[in-house]
């Protein structure tokens, strides 16, 4: 860690923290940050030469795996076109065509950010049903935008922030946190109480860890909409073409498995298509990139051909859409693609189970296709609050470890795993042998 120790204390002096991004800071495993030199594969490789197998594979952006030939001939065919245009070309068609594909009534348009997609997609929510509150759950992170800072899992709870400075309290008076897996009656009297412009949530959400929905509340909280003429946005800036093709929306279904007190269980609902969605990561191949999309009537409140302001100069640049569509190409292309990478993350979520039972260290697993969590809790939480209560010494302890094995994880509980089609047995297998340490 030397060098890495020598280019954090030089980065101090010119960066914010020395970080580009809270979570990278390790604040909360009281640890000093790691600099990547390279990566390939399921490999990360240090500034100090380390190889470390990577779990949160650029927080879930990266599906086949670091440096692939997929994706890097294509950013390479397309860097000899030109880097940003700046004005409409043929490829910003051919990528929107894809999610049309799956939601046939939808426009989609591109923007350079997740956080930019779930910005844009309120706005828009709010244009069309001319309403201002909205609601979100507590737990839940949808981007930085001021009006979601009320009570946000990923970098915030990380930091035990609550809320942030510098956001003022008049920029979230119309936005409602609620609890995740909220009591409905709770949910009926919101919708009582405001007239409701928008619900944004995840689905299956990943910034707080992965928190298993029940099926009770989605379906309440669906059906409250409706009968309100209020927007529904599913946020899957992770999930989407992650979990399934489409992600959630794309697969009409939402499916998970649980471990808790020694039991294992699969679980899975159908549910509905929602008025709009937002997708981010996985859909830029590992660079810059968000989409929102929504209803036809929606998304032509959208300027220019609606009076919904929304730009971007570098929206749809051919770089990250050729990456974009390499990834979603292969995925398309690859027979049984995700029935793979859902076997790698059952196989994962398994040597967990096995090896914590064994220390006899009480663990709840939490998995989707593609991603994982783990609480040193005995109970499988069912939201915020619950996360926040499991065990941060052990959960610190655990992450050293794996670290002092070869082993990144994200360096805080209340971000998801993230599994590539390129990890293989013996990334797990340093997991196992870490664990027998711990």
Same mark, same amino acid.
């Given at each position: /860690?030397?060098?890495?120790?020598?280019?954090?204390?030089?980065?101090?002096?010119?960066?914010?923290?020395?970080?580009?991004?809270?979570?990278?800071?390790?604040?909360?495993?009281?640890?000093?940050?790691?600099?990547?030199?390279?990566?390939?594969?399921?490999?990360?490789?240090?500034? +100090?030469?380390?190889? $470390?197998?990577?779990?949160?594979?650029?927080?879930?952006?990266?599906?086949?795996?670091?440096?692939?030939?997929? !994706?890097?001939?294509?950013?390479?065919?397309?860097?000899?076109?030109?880097?940003?245009?700046?004005?409409?070309?043929? /490829?910003?068609?051919?990528?929107?065509?894809?999610?049309?594909?799956?939601?046939? +009534?939808?426009?989609?348009?591109?923007?350079?950010?997740?956080?930019?997609?779930? /910005?844009?997609?309120?706005?828009?929510?709010?244009?069309?049903?001319?309403?201002?509150?909205?609601?979100?759950?507590?737990?839940?992170?949808?981007?930085?935008?001021?009006? &979601?800072?009320?009570?946000?899992?990923?970098?915030?709870?990380?930091?035990?922030?609550?809320?942030?400075?510098?956001?003022?309290?008049?920029?979230?008076?119309?936005?409602?946190?609620?609890?995740?897996?909220?009591?409905?009656?709770?949910?009926?009297?919101?919708?009582?109480?405001?007239?409701?412009?928008? %619900?944004?949530?995840?689905?299956?959400?990943?910034?707080?860890? #992965?928190?298993?929905?029940?099926?009770?509340?989605?379906?309440?909280?669906?059906? $409250?909409?409706?009968?309100?003429?209020?927007?529904?946005?599913?946020?899957?800036?992770?999930?989407?073409?992650?979990?399934?093709?489409?992600?959630?929306?794309? *697969?009409?279904?939402?499916?998970?498995?649980?471990? *808790? =007190?020694?039991?294992?269980?699969?679980?899975?609902?159908?549910?509905?298509?929602?008025?709009?969605?937002?997708?981010?990561?996985?859909?830029?191949?590992?660079?810059?990139?968000?989409?929102?999309?929504?209803?036809? @009537?929606? /998304?032509?409140?959208?300027?220019?051909?609606? +009076? %919904?302001?929304?730009?971007?100069?570098?929206?749809?640049?051919?770089?990250?859409?050729?990456?974009?569509?390499? !990834?979603?190409?292969? #995925? =398309? @292309?690859?027979?049984? &693609?995700?029935?793979?990478?859902?076997?790698?993350?059952?196989? $994962?979520?398994?040597?967990? #189970?096995?090896?914590?039972?064994?220390?006899?260290?009480?663990?709840?697993?939490?998995?989707?296709?593609?991603?994982?969590?783990?609480?040193?809790?005995?109970?499988?939480?069912?939201?915020?609050?619950? %996360?926040?209560?499991?065990?941060?010494?052990?959960?610190?302890?655990?992450?050293?470890?794996?670290?002092?094995?070869? %082993?990144?994880?994200?360096?805080?509980?209340?971000?998801?795993?993230?599994?590539?089609?390129?990890?293989?047995? *013996?990334?797990?297998?340093?997991?196992?042998?870490?664990?027998?340490?711990?």
């Amino acid at each position: /860690m030397q060098i890495s120790e020598k280019l954090y204390k030089e980065a101090l002096r010119y960066i914010p923290a020395g970080v580009n991004s809270p979570v990278r800071s390790f604040k909360y495993v009281d640890g000093t940050p790691i600099f990547i030199k390279s990566a390939r594969g399921s490999k990360l490789i240090t500034e +100090d030469g380390s190889e $470390l197998s990577d779990y949160i594979m650029s927080w879930g952006a990266i599906i086949l795996g670091h440096s692939s030939e997929v !994706v890097n001939r294509a950013i390479v065919s397309a860097l000899k076109n030109g880097t940003s245009f700046g004005l409409c070309h043929k /490829m910003e068609i051919e990528f929107a065509k894809i999610f049309s594909n799956i939601f046939p +009534d939808f426009l989609f348009r591109m923007v350079n950010s997740g956080t930019e997609a779930t /910005m844009s997609a309120v706005r828009v929510a709010r244009g069309f049903t001319k309403r201002k509150h909205i609601i979100k759950f507590s737990g839940c992170y949808h981007g930085h935008s001021d009006q &979601f800072l009320t009570s946000s899992g990923s970098g915030l709870a990380t930091l035990s922030i609550p809320a942030s400075n510098g956001v003022p309290e008049e920029f979230t008076l119309c936005t409602i946190t609620l609890e995740y897996n909220s009591d409905i009656e709770i949910l009926k009297n919101t919708f009582k109480k405001y007239e409701i412009a928008a %619900v944004i949530l995840e689905v299956l959400p990943g910034n707080m860890g #992965i928190v298993p929905p029940k099926k009770e509340f989605i379906n309440s909280l669906i059906s $409250l909409c409706r009968a309100n003429s209020t927007l529904i946005i599913y946020d899957e800036v992770i999930t989407g073409f992650r979990t399934g093709w489409g992600g959630i929306a794309g *697969e009409r279904k939402v499916e998970f498995i649980t471990f *808790e =007190s020694g039991i294992k269980k699969w679980e899975s609902f159908e549910i509905s298509i929602p008025d709009m969605i937002t997708f981010g990561k996985v859909v830029g191949g590992g660079l810059p990139i968000g989409v929102f999309g929504g209803r036809r @009537e929606i /998304m032509e409140k959208v300027a220019p051909s609606g +009076d %919904v302001y929304q730009a971007g100069t570098l929206a749809g640049n051919p770089i990250s859409l050729s990456a974009g569509l390499a !990834v979603l190409n292969f #995925i =398309s @292309e690859t027979k049984n &693609f995700y029935h793979i990478l859902k076997e790698k993350t059952i196989a $994962l979520s398994d040597l967990l #189970i096995e090896e914590f039972l064994k220390k006899g260290i009480p663990v709840s697993i939490v998995s989707g296709t593609g991603m994982l969590s783990l609480f040193f809790s005995e109970k499988v939480p069912q939201n915020f609050s619950d %996360v926040k209560a499991s065990d941060k010494k052990l959960f610190n302890r655990f992450f050293k470890v794996l670290l002092e094995n070869g %082993v990144i994880i994200p360096p805080s509980p209340y971000e998801a795993w993230f599994i590539s089609l390129q990890h293989k047995e *013996e990334d797990f297998e340093k997991i196992r042998k870490a664990i027998k340490k711990l």
